[in-house]
């Protein structure tokens, strides 16, 4: 089916047939596809046929211009502005309702309405207990209804909700901002301000951050974001002046998502013409995979991640239909400087770099097969090569690589040019259980945003109408290359350096390429899908504004006496389509005009989002800085580093720019460890040499990492004495003995080990890390790098390594290499975990001996603990009814006596429940709460919910609440002697 142009009337000079020299103009390929339904109807069969030899080659559309409904405006820019403006205002709207906290409304509300409808009630118990239930809930909903329309409810729901608001906001009256990485950029760009540069001081010509991996700090390199962030808010301050640092970096990312708006509009029209810049400006201002990392309070780096390659690639398409050789050098160097700010923002930038340049050599290929089939030359011939538009293409390119590579040597370093090339080995290896050539966990495994997703929740998060419209736009892209393919062919007296060149193929297979690479991409983190974004907004616009004025043409056809006696009726056809598409999509930021599709997504995202800490957090760190030496070093898990090191300004041992690092297993260790001798040793290692104990064992043992893990936790439990001992064992030099001594046993500067209330629904992550088996990572990542075929020699590398049964050897074998990577991940290290609830016990009987708690054997099946003590408090039998009346015996059970922990392990022939019990008792009775074996005496345990029980060097320091409750606990060193 052929495209033709709608026969509409225009001036003398725009409806001339186009010149052979104006018959490549890269302005016709941003026009608006549009079938030609007549053709449906067989009319005009001939003059079809005319119209179809006489088409421009880089034909798809009449320009929107040409349409009823644009013509009713003389200046296409005005249009151009309005399609740019609507989607900018949905984008900035909804990016920057965080700021309002709107979630805060709807808790008022029901709140209120809660505490009125209890107040009534009670007040209806007292005057008219006679009432039956009936009569008293409809007179309850009948007061509630007034209720809810009166100005008292209004004005109590205002109050409350500025209750609610406050402890989010800072002095000035501003979000706090959302994320810890959000607090590490802002640090940064306080220094800038400050004093410069990123980093807190300069060590031999080098920035360092010494609040990192203390107390080595490490080397800061510099980054386009932080430099970015402070131009930004030494303009903003201009404005905005009683703002906060932190209140004028909140909109840091609403205005870069606005520049990123406007780009994704001209790329969409590059593509498929206005209507289908105007669909994709969308897609990137209102779906949530964008949204969701682009809203106010995210100081982070995703915003990049969407504006360059939007840029890059416009500029890219712009290159590959430009027809003079000056004005493809210009485009293709816009590109490359992109590129290499690109490269200086993100690390992960090759990839596009890397698509683009699939696509050109397959465009390239593809230009020399038509090139070939047309000549057909009896032996191999290089002419192609020679031709005007190949030698301009190859140009192009190469200013295109030069200008990017020179601009990474300037912002980043030589390795760093080799990125595209090497770094996807690299990403093969990021989701692996074990990484090649290291044995340490994969700690970026236990990130939420890292987490693996099938394809239902790729196909889930997008939408499934914008896949499948997306997938029709690649293949009506395709149709179009097809068809511009065959009036080249047709067209014989075309300039011969026009033959073969179709941006039509090129488009379709960067967006392929783009695509496919993203959905792998995705399947190594759900983070990911903001680049699957892209490639799937612009193929899903192409084919909205295809069929949109398509529909309208088909509309022209069928009824010609309106089109030809007034604008109206058409123009109110397209608008009815576009507004239509937008709400069947869901492209509104108003929840009055979202009826399904991404707007939910997005309207549920944003009402569920908020700061990531409040005034109480901070009043604890700022008590916390106030009453620390300036050494202080603070321990907790990763998470909060950043956000620890912006408000305390005082070093972590590690963070979240630093959280793949053996630091994070010995963390791990020191939260699960029974052993308090143990968790002192690894501290003590920690803060006196951060990774140096490790880094010089690697070096003495190559690299063996099983025997550097099983030295260094021998060494921690054990005296500076006794260290020594083990090391002169191993035959180190005296040199090196006394360098791994100094790193290990230090008298270390004050330390404090920080919790979160969080931190218990994280107990599977540092708990996971913490229980990392060694010996079990050696061995999959041996048999991992063999080949398949060589079963024999992976089953005797076990048993001569690692001292295996040949029955033993053959299971393993056959386990790493059939089973699922969840599988593999709790072989290589158990998935601990801590019960969501504490749930109340009751005495079962009048003796009080008794102790009923019902809980959970796991998140779906609930049981009851029946638990019997002598008259002494000493626990008698612990047994937990299923949900099936079975009966079965926990593991443990924790329980504190005369000040002291205690575990009873219950010695019985019955199943095992694969839980521990934990007790806790206070003024108002017992309770208790259901946790992994593993943890039921570890220091966490003890720490966060036994106030430390049984614990002689870890005394409180200060603890609050809030909305993450936060305890510190001060670290008090014993004599490296004992």
């Given at each position: ?618 009043d604890t760190l700022t008590k916390l800085q106030m009453r620390t030496g300036e050494d ?108 791994i001594l100094s790193t290990t046993y230090c008298t270390p500067p004050e330390s404090y ?226």
């Open positions: 089916m052929g495209a033709k142009i709608m026969k509409v009337k225009q001036p003398p000079k725009t409806s001339r047939t186009p010149s052979p020299s104006t018959v490549l103009s890269p302005h016709t390929a941003s026009d608006d596809l549009v079938f030609n339904f007549q053709k449906l109807l067989k009319k005009r069969k001939e003059q079809g046929q005319t119209e179809k030899q006489n088409q421009p080659l880089l034909h798809s559309a009449p320009s929107l211009q040409r349409h009823p409904f644009f013509s009713l405006f003389q200046n296409e820019k005005l249009i151009i502005l309005i399609l740019i403006l609507i989607p900018l205002f949905f984008g900035v709207y909804i990016r920057s309702a965080p700021a309002w906290i709107p979630q805060a409304q709807g808790i008022a509300q029901e709140q209120i309405l809660t505490r009125f409808v209890q107040e009534q009630l009670q007040s209806i118990q007292k005057t008219n207990p006679a009432l039956s239930d009936d009569d008293k809930k409809r007179i309850i909903r009948q007061r509630a209804a007034a209720f809810q329309n009166s100005d008292e409810f209004e004005t109590a729901v205002g109050e409350f909700k500025q209750q609610l608001k406050d402890p989010y906001k800072d002095a000035t009256g501003f979000l706090y901002l959302i994320g810890a990485d959000s607090y590490h950029y802002t640090r940064y760009i306080r220094n800038i301000i400050d004093h410069g540069y990123p980093g807190d001081s300069i060590r031999d010509g080098r920035q360092f951050d010494t609040l990192m991996l203390a107390p080595t700090g490490k080397v800061v390199t510099k980054n386009f974001h932080v430099y970015a962030g402070a131009y930004f808010y030494t303009i903003a301050s201009l404005f905005m002046v009683n703002a906060s640092r932190e209140g004028i970096l909140f909109f840091f990312p609403v205005f870069f998502s606005a520049i990123v708006i406007i780009f994704a509009f001209y790329l969409g029209r590059k593509l498929g013409g206005n209507l289908a810049g105007f669909f994709t400006a969308l897609f990137i201002a209102l779906h949530y995979t964008v949204v969701a990392r682009t809203m106010g309070g995210i100081v982070d780096t995703d915003v990049y991640v969407v504006f360059f390659p939007l840029a890059i690639v416009w500029l890219y398409f712009e290159m590959i239909t430009a027809e003079s050789l000056k004005k493809k050098l210009a485009w293709s160097a816009g590109a490359g400087i992109l590129t290499g700010l690109f490269a200086f923002a993100w690390t992960g930038w090759w990839y596009i770099y890397d698509f683009l340049l699939i696509a050109t050599v397959l465009y390239v290929c593809y230009n020399f097969l038509v090139f070939f089939f047309e000549h057909r030359p009896r032996r191999f011939d290089v002419s192609f090569f020679k031709t005007k538009q190949f030698t301009h293409l190859f140009h192009s390119v190469i200013t295109y690589l030069l200008v990017t590579n020179l601009l990474i040597l300037f912002f980043k370093r030589l390795k760093n040019v080799f990125d595209p090339y090497t770094s996807v080995i690299d990403f093969l290896s990021f989701g692996k259980e074990v990484k090649s050539g290291s044995l340490w966990p994969n700690v970026l495994l236990t990130v939420k945003e890292l987490e693996r997703v099938n394809l239902a929740f790729i196909i889930d998060a997008v939408g499934i109408w914008i896949l499948l419209f997306a997938l029709f736009g690649a293949l009506l892209l395709l149709y179009q290359g097809i068809q511009l393919h065959r009036q080249a062919l047709l067209r014989r007296d075309s300039v011969e350096n026009h033959r073969g060149q179709n941006p039509f193929i090129f488009y379709v297979a960067f967006l392929v390429i783009y695509t496919l690479g993203s959905l792998f991409a995705v399947t190594y983190g759900v983070r990911f899908l903001i680049v699957l974004i892209i490639p799937i907004a612009l193929l899903c616009s192409f084919f909205l504004s295809s069929a949109i004025l398509s529909l309208s043409n088909l509309g022209a056809t069928f009824f010609p006496f309106f089109t030809r006696s007034s604008h109206v009726i058409p123009s109110l056809f397209v608008i009815i389509l576009t507004v239509g598409a937008m709400l069947f999509l869901g492209f509104s930021p108003f929840s009055s005009l979202c009826l399904q599709g991404a707007c939910k997504q997005t309207l549920v995202g944003i009402h569920s989002t908020g700061p990531t800490i409040d005034d109480i957090f901070i202080a070093i603070l321990t907790s898990w990763w998470d909060y580093g950043h956000i620890f090191k912006y408000f305390a300004n005082r070093a972590v041992t590690f963070d979240g720019a630093s959280q793949n690092t053996p630091q994070a297993y010995f963390v791990g260790r020191f939260f699960v460890t029974h052993n308090e001798k143990e968790a002192l040793g690894i501290l003590r290692m920690l803060h006196c040499g951060g990774n140096a104990t490790v880094s010089l064992l690697e070096n003495e043992f190559e690299d063996d990492t099983r025997k550097v893990v099983e030295l260094t936790n021998k060494l921690v439990v054990v005296s500076k004495r006794q260290g020594r001992a083990l090391l002169e064992k191993q035959n180190f030099s005296s040199d090196t003995v006394e360098r080990v920080i919790l979160t209330k969080d931190m218990i629904g994280k107990a599977s992550a540092w708990g996971h890390i913490g229980f990392w088996n060694f010996t079990r990572a050696k061995m999959l990542q041996d048999i991992q790098s063999l080949p398949k075929d060589q079963k024999e020699q992976g089953i005797l590398k076990l048993q001569t390594e690692f001292a295996l049964s040949q029955e033993q050897a053959e299971k393993t074998y056959i386990f790493l290499q059939t089973t699922s990577s969840i599988e593999i991940q709790e072989w290589l290290a158990p998935w601990v975990l801590y019960s969501k609830d504490i749930v109340g016990c009751k005495i079962a009987d009048a003796s009080g001996t008794m102790l009923r708690c019902p809980n959970y054997l796991n998140e779906n099946e609930p049981g009851t603990y029946e638990l019997s003590f002598t008259s002494e408090g000493e626990m008698l039998s612990a047994v937990v009814k299923g949900p099936q009346g079975q009966y079965l015996t926990p593991q443990s059970v924790i329980f504190m006596k005369r000040d002291q922990l205690f575990e009873y392990a219950p010695k019985t022939d019955k199943q095992k429940s694969p839980f521990s019990l934990a007790l806790l008792q206070d003024s108002t009775g017992m309770s208790s709460f259901v946790l992994s074996p593993q943890l039921s005496l570890s220091m966490f345990t003890r720490l966060a919910y036994y106030d430390g029980a049984g614990l002689s060097y870890f005394k409180l320091f200060t603890a609050s609440e809030g909305h993450n409750p936060i305890q510190v606990w001060k670290v008090s060193w014993p004599s490296v002697e004992e």
